[in-house]
């Protein structure tokens, strides 16, 4: 009863501890069929499973021709110098499938057995008939045989270099290819060393809104499927084809449910040979001034076809943004649009970079399930960066600094952030300070490296690269981390006349599900607010009046 009773002292550790309970029964339960990863849903909030338990996706995505033992020791390196816990890697259908019906498994075992000799998770991705619209990863027997396997004709008559998801041959080939691959999980990996798997890749096409073939005309100019016309709620339509329900939108939306319509039968045959979590990722529009059609990669999850792509495509889980937007009236917005109660938000792919970095305590603050910058291997040196390119050992760091942090609890993050819990800030230019509503208490945060003294704030970074992650533990009691900051606290009914007061300021790590202290915070390290550099540290306040 003692050691029960010490591990319910504090609201985390009760929080931790009912969390594993409710979700496992126990703190950690073992690897089995019945342990297979899966998301769950609660109050419009999800949480990805994995051996158990909640499991926040720590990822970084290798580059696309990175999976070959040529160059996975690089992509090692680079996991283990960022301290991620997942790697986001692809499975080439070329090479998965060289002949017609021999499949290869060579990579995705060679991949299975790295990522357990390294002790991290992986997210495999399926480039298939997709890869960023085009269908370049289609093995060379497939290439050879561009009738059967068709791309997309404009409006103008000329083939566009995308892939027809009017082709039933190609259909069938990519459900086939991908019932083989899931079918090789379930009997290769028995640990559940693969979380999730990405179906195809931004799929959808660029300059043509969609396919005008004589096959895909033929379905244009028919009624709109009933399904859709009930999950939009527009039964009215029935019997009207896609001009006459949509209008202006009718090319875009069509061409939304059909590659949707074809990637979710996709996902629905290799669903049930092994039901892992399945998502797409999608390139985006601009989710501010909303272009016209034609102008962004069209019949991909995009924001304004959400709803189309969860009626034609039920059997995917999650429709993911790739956010290769830097600043924060755009990437906040993605995280708003993308974080629904039908979806469970995740990051797939982002810019690798010190002021992207910043983005990854925004979306665990709304729920994400998981976050992972693009190409950190740096095999070719692509920059992703929008501006001046820093150095490729500054990129990591920027991303080691948010993951030596999170990685030691992952867990308890996952828990909390699955619980509506956290609340972050991110650094703005020229924007000092910002606050957090947390109930009877604000936190108001202001960006710079450490300063010391009454009457002195940190006055920003030179580049907005500063955040804060909080979490409300109880009333008066929160957990803190935060990367070239300070934050205090104050009370929300200033006219109480009532002065905050740090009763106990511990910094501390997590074991077994457990905050355990180091050390207390007092005197110079709490008379200004709590000040935090680039150095993982992460803080347990208790907060009182006097």
Request: with cysteine; charged share 20%; proline share 8%.
């Amino acid at each position: 009863m003692i050691a029960m009773k010490r591990l319910f002292c504090s609201p985390l550790n009760r929080i931790a501890f009912l969390g594993s309970v409710v979700l496992t029964g126990c703190l950690i339960a073992p690897a089995s069929e019945s342990a297979l990863p899966h998301l769950v849903q609660k109050d419009g909030r999800h949480a990805l499973i994995v051996d158990g338990a909640p499991f926040l996706i720590l990822g970084a995505q290798s580059h696309n021709s990175s999976a070959w033992p040529l160059t996975m020791p690089k992509v090692w390196a680079a996991i283990e110098t960022i301290h991620a816990n997942t790697l986001e890697v692809p499975i080439s259908w070329e090479q998965f499938e060289p002949e017609p019906g021999k499949f290869d498994c060579s990579i995705v075992d060679q991949l299975l057995a790295g990522a357990r000799e390294h002790k991290v998770r992986l997210v495999l991705l399926w480039f298939g008939t997709w890869k960023n619209g085009s269908a370049h990863y289609l093995p060379l027997w497939m290439k050879q045989q561009p009738e059967l396997y068709p791309r997309i004709i404009g409006k103008d008559g000329q083939r566009v270099d995308s892939p027809s998801p009017h082709a039933p041959a190609l259909l069938a080939a990519d459900m086939k290819a991908f019932r083989a691959l899931m079918r090789h999980l379930k009997q290769a990996d028995r640990q559940h060393t693969v979380i999730m798997v990405q179906v195809e890749n931004e799929p959808g096409s660029w300059n043509t809104v969609r396919d005008y073939s004589p096959a895909a005309q033929r379905l244009f100019t028919a009624p709109v499927p009933v399904e859709l016309l009930k999950a939009l709620g527009k039964d009215g339509g029935a019997g009207g084809d896609w001009t006459a329900v949509f209008g202006k939108d009718a090319d875009e939306f069509f061409h939304a449910w059909s590659v949707a319509h074809f990637i979710g039968q996709v996902a629905a045959a290799g669903k049930a040979e092994y039901p892992l979590p399945l998502y797409v990722n999608a390139a985006l529009r601009d989710p501010l001034t909303q272009p016209p059609a034609g102008s962004y990669e069209s019949g991909g999850p995009t924001d304004n076809v959400l709803d189309i792509w969860k009626a034609a495509a039920p059997a995917v889980d999650v429709l993911a943004p790739d956010i290769y937007m830097d600043d924060s009236a755009h990437y906040l917005k993605v995280l708003e649009l993308y974080r629904r109660p039908d979806n469970a938000l995740f990051v797939p792919e982002t810019i690798r970079s010190p002021i992207i970095a910043r983005y990854c305590y925004a979306a665990i603050a709304r729920g994400a399930i998981g976050w992972s910058p693009f190409g950190v291997d740096q095999q070719n040196q692509i920059a992703m960066t929008p501006s001046a390119t820093p150095t490729a050992d500054a990129v990591l760091e920027s991303i080691a600094s948010n993951y030596r942090v999170l990685g030691p609890m992952m867990r308890e993050i996952a828990q909390l952030s699955f619980e509506g819990r956290f609340q972050a800030v991110v650094e703005e230019k020229d924007t000092q300070p910002q606050t957090l509503a947390l109930g009877r208490w604000q936190a108001v945060i202001t960006f710079g490296p450490p300063v010391f003294g009454y009457g002195r704030n940190p006055q920003g970074n030179p580049e907005p690269i500063g955040r804060v992650l909080i979490a409300k533990l109880d009333e008066n009691e929160f957990l803190v981390t935060g990367h070239l900051c300070r934050v205090d606290f104050k009370l929300t009914d200033a006219a109480s006349g009532a002065h905050r007061d740090f009763l106990r300021v511990e910094e501390g790590s997590y074991e077994r599900g457990v905050f355990r202290p180091a050390r207390i915070w007092n005197g110079d390290e709490t008379d200004w607010g709590l000040n935090f550099g680039s150095a993982p540290q992460v803080i347990r306040v208790q907060l009182g009046t006097f």
